[in-house]
Structures are given as structure tokens and as C-alpha cells.
């Protein structure tokens, strides 16, 4: 049977009178009845039965928008965090899982000490809590991930690969970047797809209906997307140090776009001072077939950047069939 499956970063969902951040950025209620209403219209358009979100704030809000369009079950696995010094400012974002579909199963990652040893580092976070729940399609159950990587604008002091480059050729340019302490929001985004790549790779033993949304903040043919995908990445042993790697690619999970049968030419998701990059992917797991790819990106074509009371980020929707 056939499901649609889509990813839709929010852009600074909050409800008036709460802030993003500092206290002046914020929402009145006019400006957050046209932001709602268009996030609606745009849910519409996806028309899909799982939507991940990323820049969830206020997650009560967004639950009863969602159940308002038929989306029943709704979870989070973490809250946003409000400063000390005033309670009406949220210091931090969350990811949101909306689905059509029962979710029998919520729960978030803990953290991987192999993970660690890989980086050398004592301690690790994740910048948002990701998601991974298991949602009840008639007698099938799919794991879905939901993720939001750490940002980092324009990749600043981060390489830029293309399809040709070699993961070796990759990781001979980033691990001297990340000793000199260039890219510490690339190894934040690195050490969080390896703590995903390694519960997929635990989870798909007993379930090989697996699904990753979300945002990877990295451009094409970035590390993290190897990461995520490929169990060759495995076999890296220090992020400390540069080897002379050999490393034969093993495919776990797929970009649901170069898995498509129909699809129309893919544009950037997402632009920063008009400069565009894809961000937003749905991965699949390769017993899943993808049938239809679609990008909802209309509000870009105006205004690259983006509008508070839209999305600066446009939304992917990728049709799946479960064997």
C-alpha cells in the first residue's frame, strides 16, 4: 500500500506572547493567524498521512493544528527550553512526528560511547532530541526517525563536495579541518548521523521498514549524508587522525529522491542570504519503494529567504510502497 511521508521545517514556530530567542522577536496574533493558516494550506498540499517538523516550539499549538487536519496521533520526546531570565523566551527548538497512523511506539537515542571514542570526546548532546517511533500501517510497522542536525548557516570553514568526491577524499580534508577546530558544528552534525546510522543499523535487523525526516543542515554530498546512508562509514576508526581508508560502500539507507520513479527537478530546499542548498531529506531504508517525489516550494520563488509567517524552508513529500 501506498503512504505519503513528509518533512516541513516550521520556521520559528511560536505562539504569541512567547519570543524566539530574545525577547523582541515574536509573533502578534494577527501575524500568527496568517502563519498558522498558511501552515494548514501547506498540509494540505502535502496531503500526507507522517509529517515530520523541525523549529517546533510550541509543540500544544501545533498538535491541535495537526489534529484539526486529521492528523490523530502527535508526539514530541523533548520540550523547548525558556530562558532564566524571562520565561516567555524559548532558548531552544524540538522536532514533532504528526501522524495519521497509530504510533505504538515513541522514544528518543541515548547516547553511544563508540561514538564518542570515534571523536574523542568525554561528553555529547544532541542539539535537538530526535525522534524515532514506530507507526502501525494495517500489518505493517515503520520505524520513523525525525531529526533536526546542527545548523550552521552557510557551512562556513566546511568544504564543499561534489558526487564525484570519494568519502576517503572527504575525510582527508574534514578531520585536519575538524583538529583545527574549524568545524565544530560539522563534527556536532557528524557525531549526531552516527548515533542515527547506528540505531538503524541495530533496528534494522528486526524491522527493515525503516524511514529517516528531516533536516540535515549540510549541503549535497556532504560526510553526514554518507553517514547516514552508508555502512561503509562504519569502518572509520578516529576522527583524530587521518588514515589511509579503503572503504567499500555498503548502501543501508537511500535518499528517497534518487529512489523515486516520478519526480520533477530537484531544487534547494532552503536559502540563506540567497544562497540555496537541499537541507531537508526523507532517507529510506531499500526494501521500500518510493514512488512519487514532490517538493512543495512556491513561497521561494518570490522571496528566497523566506517569510517569518510562511517558511523558509520549502516541505518534501515522498510517496512510499511498503511490501
Same mark, same amino acid.
Given at each position: 500500500?501506498?503512504?505519503?511521508?513528509?518533512?516541513?521545517?516550521?520556521?520559528?514556530?511560536?505562539?504569541?506572547?512567547? #519570543?524566539?530567542?530574545?525577547?523582541?522577536?515574536?509573533? $502578534?496574533?494577527?501575524?500568527?493567524?496568517?502563519? +498558522? #493558516?498558511?501552515?494548514?494550506?501547506?498540509?494540505? /498540499?502535502?496531503?500526507?498521512?507522517?509529517?515530520?517538523?523541525?523549529?517546533?516550539?510550541?509543540?500544544? =499549538?501545533?498538535?491541535?493544528?495537526?489534529?484539526?487536519?486529521?492528523?490523530?496521533?502527535?508526539?514530541?520526546?523533548?520540550? *523547548?527550553?525558556? $530562558?532564566?531570565? %524571562?520565561?516567555?523566551?524559548?532558548?531552544?527548538?524540538?522536532? *514533532?512526528? *504528526?501522524?495519521?497512523?497509530?504510533?505504538?511506539?515513541?522514544?528518543? !537515542?541515548?547516547?553511544?560511547?563508540?561514538?564518542?571514542?570515534?571523536?574523542? @570526546?568525554?561528553?555529547?548532546?544532541?542539539?535537538?532530541?530526535?525522534?524515532?517511533?514506530?507507526? @502501525?500501517?494495517?500489518?505493517?510497522?515503520?520505524?520513523?526517525?525525525?531529526?533536526?542536525?546542527?545548523?550552521?548557516? /552557510?557551512?562556513?570553514?566546511?568544504?564543499?563536495?561534489?558526487?564525484?568526491?570519494?568519502?576517503?577524499?572527504?575525510?582527508?580534508?574534514?578531520?585536519? &579541518?575538524? %583538529?583545527?577546530?574549524?568545524?565544530? *558544528?560539522?563534527?556536532?552534525?557528524?557525531?549526531?548521523?552516527?548515533?542515527?546510522?547506528?540505531?538503524?543499523?541495530? +533496528?534494522?535487523?528486526?524491522?527493515?521498514?525503516?524511514?529517516?525526516?528531516?533536516?540535515? %543542515?549540510?549541503?549535497?554530498? &556532504?560526510?553526514?549524508?554518507?553517514?547516514?546512508?552508508?555502512? =561503509?562509514? /562504519?569502518?572509520?576508526? $578516529?576522527?583524530?587522525?587521518?588514515?589511509?581508508?579503503?572503504?567499500?560502500?555498503?548502501?543501508?539507507?537511500?535518499?528517497?529522491?534518487?529512489? =523515486?520513479?516520478?519526480?520533477?527537478?530537484?531544487?534547494?530546499?532552503?536559502?540563506?542570504?540567497?544562497?540555496?542548498?537541499?537541507?531537508?531529506?526523507?532517507?529510506?531504508?531499500?526494501?521500500?519503494?518510493?514512488?512519487?517525489?514532490?517538493?512543495?516550494?512556491?513561497?521561494?520563488?518570490?522571496?528566497?529567504?523566506?517569510? !517569518?509567517?510562511?517558511?523558509?524552508? =520549502?516541505?518534501?513529500?515522498?510517496?512510499?510502497?511498503?511490501?
Amino acid at each position: 500500500m501506498n503512504i505519503k511521508v513528509g518533512t516541513f521545517n516550521l520556521f520559528q514556530f511560536v505562539e504569541p506572547p512567547y #519570543s524566539w530567542y530574545i525577547k523582541k522577536d515574536k509573533f $502578534s496574533q494577527e501575524e500568527w493567524i496568517k502563519k +498558522t #493558516s498558511w501552515i494548514k494550506e501547506q498540509l494540505k /498540499l502535502m496531503n500526507c498521512d507522517v509529517v515530520g517538523f523541525q523549529e517546533v516550539f510550541s509543540q500544544d =499549538a501545533l498538535k491541535e493544528l495537526t489534529k484539526q487536519l486529521g492528523y490523530e496521533y502527535f508526539y514530541c520526546v523533548d520540550t *523547548a527550553k525558556v $530562558s532564566d531570565q %524571562n520565561k516567555n523566551v524559548y532558548i531552544s527548538t524540538t522536532v *514533532a512526528l *504528526a501522524s495519521k497512523y497509530p504510533i505504538v511506539n515513541i522514544d528518543t !537515542l541515548t547516547i553511544n560511547n563508540e561514538i564518542l571514542n570515534l571523536f574523542e @570526546k568525554d561528553n555529547f548532546e544532541f542539539s535537538r532530541l530526535p525522534i524515532k517511533a514506530t507507526i @502501525k500501517v494495517k500489518n505493517k510497522k515503520i520505524i520513523t526517525y525525525v531529526f533536526h542536525l546542527k545548523s550552521n548557516r /552557510l557551512n562556513e570553514y566546511e568544504y564543499k563536495f561534489n558526487e564525484n568526491n570519494t568519502i576517503e577524499e572527504k575525510l582527508n580534508k574534514i578531520i585536519p &579541518s575538524l %583538529n583545527r577546530g574549524n568545524s565544530q *558544528a560539522l563534527e556536532q552534525r557528524l557525531m549526531e548521523a552516527y548515533h542515527i546510522c547506528f540505531d538503524v543499523l541495530k +533496528t534494522i535487523k528486526k524491522n527493515k521498514n525503516i524511514i529517516l525526516i528531516g533536516d540535515l %543542515n549540510d549541503r549535497q554530498n &556532504s560526510l553526514c549524508i554518507d553517514v547516514l546512508t552508508n555502512k =561503509a562509514c /562504519l569502518n572509520i576508526n $578516529s576522527f583524530k587522525k587521518v588514515n589511509q581508508y579503503n572503504l567499500k560502500e555498503d548502501f543501508i539507507m537511500y535518499d528517497s529522491y534518487e529512489k =523515486a520513479e516520478t519526480k520533477s527537478k530537484r531544487e534547494p530546499t532552503s536559502f540563506y542570504k540567497t544562497i540555496g542548498n537541499i537541507l531537508d531529506y526523507i532517507f529510506v531504508s531499500k526494501d521500500i519503494k518510493v514512488t512519487k517525489f514532490e517538493q512543495f516550494n512556491t513561497h521561494l520563488k518570490d522571496n528566497k529567504d523566506g517569510s !517569518l509567517l510562511q517558511s523558509d524552508h =520549502a516541505q518534501i513529500v515522498s510517496t512510499i510502497l511498503l511490501n
